[in-house]
C-alpha cells in the first residue's frame, strides 16, 4: 500500500523541518520538501532517511506565491502544507491552487487575518470535496484543543488567558521575525472588560509563571485567537493572548519598536526585521533552550460552581519549535487516515482535540501539567467576616467575586469644581459632568483582588482593590491607594477612609481626600450607590451617583 504523500511548502525552515521529523518518525508518509533552495534541503533529507530507511524524501523546488493548480496536480500530492511565512503578509495563490487541484491544505499561519478569512474559500472547498484548514498550530489548533477539554460542559467562560514564552536558545526564522514585527505597536482589537478595545500590539506586558522556568515577560500579540476566543467561547470578560522573550533586552527593544510605530515614527515595525534578526541571533547564545505555554480558563462549571483550571507546557532541550507543529502532524494523520475532517475551509479552531494532538507529543522532552481549583471567597467575604452575611442580597452577590459581575445602570456626575481638579480628576479617569449617563461596571476577582472597571458612557475608569486586614481594604487608582474601612448595614454598606499612599508613600491627615462611598438597595430591588470625592485646596473632584442592576 503506498503512502500518503505530503507536501511541505518551506520543509527545510524551523517549522518545516520539525514537521518534516514529525512525519518521518511515523514511518508512514512519503515527505516531499518544497522550497526555492534545493541546498538548504540537503542536509534535512539525509537526517530523514536515517529516522525513516524506507521512507521517500525528494525535494521540489517551489514557490508559494506563483503555484498553480497544474503544476499541484504533476507533484502528485496528497496534503500540501504551508510552513513557510510570513502569512501577515502572504497571498492565498497556494489555496487557490489547492483547490484547483483538489488537495487538501494545511498551514500553520499566525496572521490574526489569514487565518480569520479562510472561510471565504469554504464553498469552493467544498464543491471539489476537499479541506482547507489555516491555523494548525499553537493558536488556534492547540489552545482551542485545550481548551474544549478543560472546559468541557461549562455553563460559561468568564476569561481565558494565554502565554506563549519560547526559550532564547530557540531557533527563528526570518518569517518569524517579520510576523511578529508586522504588528508590534499597531492598533490591535482585543475583548477585555467586557467589551471590544482597542490596545496596541506588544502593550501591557506582565508577568507569567511556568513550573520549571524563570519567570517571563509577556505582551498582547496579535494573533488568530483574540477573535475566534471569544467567538467559540463566548467569553463574559476576557479573551487574551500574549507572547513575550525569555531576554529582558529582546523585550525592551521590541516594546521600543513599538513605541516607534505609535508615534508614527515608523510606519511599521517590519521595516526592522534585518535587524531584528541580526540582533536575536547576537543574542542566541543566551538564555535556555526551555520555553513554555500557559493557558488559564475561568467560569461556572456543569454544577454552576464557579472554577479556575491552569494548563501548562513545559518544553526542554530545544524541543520548543516542535509544539507550533505538532497540531499540523495530527491534523495530516486524520486527513490521510478519513478521521472525520469535513469538506469546507476553516481555521483549526476546534478541529482537533487533545487526544489527537497528544500522541504526535510523545518521544518529545515536553512536560505538560493540568491543575482546576474552586473559586476562592470572594474579597468583601473575607474582609468583613459575619458582616458580609449582614448585607442585603444584592449588594452580596454584587461582591461575589466569581463568577465575574456585570452590571448596567446610570448615573447623574458632578464634576471637579475648578480647571485644576477637573486636571486632576481626568488623570485619574474620573467621569466628566453629565446630569444622566450610562453606567456599565466590570468586576472581576483575579488572584485575591477585585478589579474593578467602571464604564460612564463607555470612558473606563478602572481601580484595583485587595485586603489589607479585618474589616479594612485598599483600593487602587494607578500611583495613589486608599484604605477603606467596610461597614455593613442592614440596608447596604459604608465605606470609610482610613489612610491613603501615593506612591507608596503615606499621606499625612490633612492631604488626605474627604470620600464618601456608601452603597444601597432600594425598593425596587436595585443597588444604589453614591460617591463624593473631594481633596483639601482643590475642593471636589468628583461626585457620581445612580443605580445598577445586578
Known amino acids: 500500500m503506498s503512502r500518503p504523500h505530503v507536501l511541505v511548502i518551506g520543509g527545510a525552515g524551523v517549522f518545516g523541518s520539525r514537521l518534516a521529523r514529525l512525519l518521518a518518525r511515523r514511518h508512514a508518509f512519503r515527505v516531499s520538501i518544497g522550497g526555492r533552495t534545493e541546498s538548504k534541503a540537503v542536509a534535512l533529507q539525509r537526517e530523514l532517511r536515517s529516522i525513516d530507511g524506507q521512507g521517500e524524501f525528494a525535494?521540489?523546488?517551489?514557490?508559494?506565491?506563483?503555484?498553480?493548480?497544474?503544476?499541484?496536480?504533476?507533484?502528485?500530492?496528497?496534503?500540501?502544507?504551508?510552513?513557510?511565512?510570513?502569512?501577515?503578509?502572504?497571498?492565498?495563490?497556494?489555496?487557490?491552487?489547492?483547490?484547483?487541484?483538489?488537495?487538501?491544505?494545511?498551514?500553520?499561519?499566525?496572521?490574526?487575518?489569514?487565518?480569520?478569512?479562510?472561510?471565504?474559500?469554504?464553498?469552493?472547498?467544498?464543491?471539489?470535496?476537499?479541506?482547507?484548514?489555516?491555523?494548525?498550530?499553537?493558536?488556534?489548533?492547540?489552545?482551542?484543543?485545550?481548551l474544549d477539554h478543560l472546559t468541557s460542559a461549562w455553563l460559561t467562560v468568564d476569561s481565558i488567558d494565554i502565554a506563549m514564552v519560547p526559550g532564547n536558545q530557540a531557533p527563528r526564522g526570518r518569517a518569524t521575525v517579520a510576523g511578529i514585527l508586522s504588528w508590534v505597536g499597531q492598533k490591535v482589537r482585543v475583548f477585555r472588560e467586557g467589551e471590544w478595545q482597542e490596545r496596541r500590539g506588544w502593550a501591557d506586558p506582565s508577568g507569567v509563571v511556568i513550573e520549571g522556568l524563570n519567570r517571563r515577560m509577556a505582551a498582547l500579540a496579535d494573533v488568530p485567537d483574540l477573535d475566534l476566543l471569544q467567538k467559540r467561547f463566548q467569553t463574559r470578560v476576557r479573551a487574551s493572548f500574549e507572547a513575550g522573550m525569555e531576554l529582558g533586552v529582546l523585550n525592551w527593544m521590541i516594546g521600543l519598536a513599538g513605541w516607534l510605530v505609535r508615534w508614527r515614527l515608523l510606519p511599521s515595525a517590519r521595516l526592522l526585521t534585518g535587524l531584528g534578526?541580526?540582533?536575536?541571533?547576537?543574542?542566541?547564545?543566551?538564555?535556555?533552550?526551555?520555553?513554555?505555554?500557559?493557558?488559564?480558563?475561568?467560569?461556572?462549571?456543569?454544577?454552576?460552581?464557579?472554577?479556575?483550571?491552569?494548563?501548562?507546557?513545559?518544553?526542554?532541550?530545544?524541543?520548543?519549535?516542535?509544539?507550533?507543529?505538532?497540531?499540523?502532524?495530527?491534523?495530516?494523520?486524520?486527513?490521510?487516515?478519513?478521521?472525520?475532517?469535513?469538506?469546507?475551509?476553516?481555521?483549526?479552531?476546534?478541529?482537533?482535540?487533545?487526544?489527537?494532538?497528544?500522541?504526535?507529543?510523545?518521544?518529545?522532552?515536553?512536560?505538560?501539567?493540568?491543575?482546576?481549583?474552586?473559586?476562592?471567597?470572594?474579597?468583601?467575604?473575607?474582609?468583613?467576616?459575619?458582616?458580609?452575611?449582614?448585607?442585603?442580597?444584592?449588594?452580596?452577590?454584587?461582591?461575589?467575586?466569581?463568577?465575574?459581575?456585570?452590571?448596567?445602570?446610570?448615573?447623574?456626575?458632578?464634576?471637579?469644581?475648578?480647571?485644576?481638579?477637573?486636571?486632576?480628576?481626568?488623570?485619574?479617569?474620573?467621569?466628566?459632568?453629565?446630569?444622566?449617563?450610562?453606567?456599565?461596571?466590570v468586576i472581576e476577582s483575579r488572584e485575591g483582588r477585585e478589579h474593578w472597571t467602571r464604564f460612564f458612557d463607555g470612558k473606563p475608569m478602572r481601580s484595583t482593590m485587595r485586603a489589607v486586614e479585618a474589616g479594612i481594604v485598599e483600593e487602587r487608582f494607578g500611583s495613589v491607594a486608599m484604605r477603606m474601612r467596610l461597614v455593613p448595614r442592614g440596608d447596604g454598606l459604608n465605606m470609610e477612609l482610613v489612610s491613603g499612599t501615593a506612591y507608596g508613600v503615606p499621606l499625612p491627615k490633612f492631604l488626605l481626600p474627604r470620600i464618601t462611598a456608601e452603597e444601597r438597595v432600594d425598593d425596587g430591588g436595585r443597588h444604589r450607590f453614591e460617591v463624593d470625592i473631594s481633596v483639601p485646596g482643590l475642593g471636589r473632584l468628583v461626585a457620581y451617583r445612580g443605580y445598577l442592576v445586578v
Open 277 to 441: 534578526l541580526w540582533v536575536a541571533n547576537r543574542l542566541g547564545r543566551f538564555g535556555t533552550d526551555q520555553g513554555g505555554m500557559l493557558i488559564e480558563a475561568a467560569g461556572q462549571d456543569a454544577r454552576g460552581e464557579t472554577r479556575v483550571v491552569r494548563w501548562s507546557l513545559k518544553a526542554s532541550q530545544g524541543d520548543g519549535p516542535y509544539v507550533p507543529v505538532v497540531p499540523a502532524a495530527a491534523l495530516i494523520e486524520a486527513l490521510t487516515l478519513g478521521r472525520g475532517v469535513l469538506p469546507g475551509a476553516r481555521a483549526a479552531a476546534g478541529v482537533l482535540s487533545i487526544e489527537q494532538i497528544r500522541p504526535w507529543l510523545e518521544g518529545l522532552n515536553i512536560e505538560i501539567k493540568q491543575a482546576a481549583f474552586r473559586g476562592e471567597k470572594p474579597l468583601y467575604r473575607r474582609v468583613m467576616g459575619e458582616g458580609f452575611e449582614r448585607l442585603p442580597e444584592v449588594t452580596r452577590h454584587l461582591h461575589r467575586g466569581r463568577p465575574a459581575v456585570i452590571a448596567d445602570g446610570e448615573a447623574a456626575v458632578a464634576g471637579a469644581e475648578n480647571w485644576l481638579g477637573r486636571l486632576v480628576a481626568k488623570g485619574f479617569g474620573f467621569p466628566a459632568e453629565a446630569a444622566r449617563v450610562p453606567v456599565r461596571v
Open 59 to 146: 525535494f521540489i523546488l517551489v514557490d508559494r506565491e506563483r503555484i498553480t493548480a497544474d503544476k499541484l496536480k504533476e507533484f502528485g500530492c496528497d496534503v500540501v502544507v504551508d510552513c513557510s511565512g510570513p502569512f501577515q503578509t502572504g497571498t492565498t495563490a497556494l489555496i487557490e491552487a489547492a483547490i484547483g487541484a483538489r488537495v487538501a491544505y494545511v498551514d500553520i499561519a499566525d496572521s490574526r487575518a489569514f487565518a480569520g478569512g479562510i472561510g471565504k474559500f469554504d464553498s469552493a472547498a467544498r464543491a471539489v470535496g476537499i479541506s482547507i484548514t489555516s491555523g494548525a498550530s499553537t493558536t488556534p489548533g492547540l489552545t482551542h484543543a485545550v
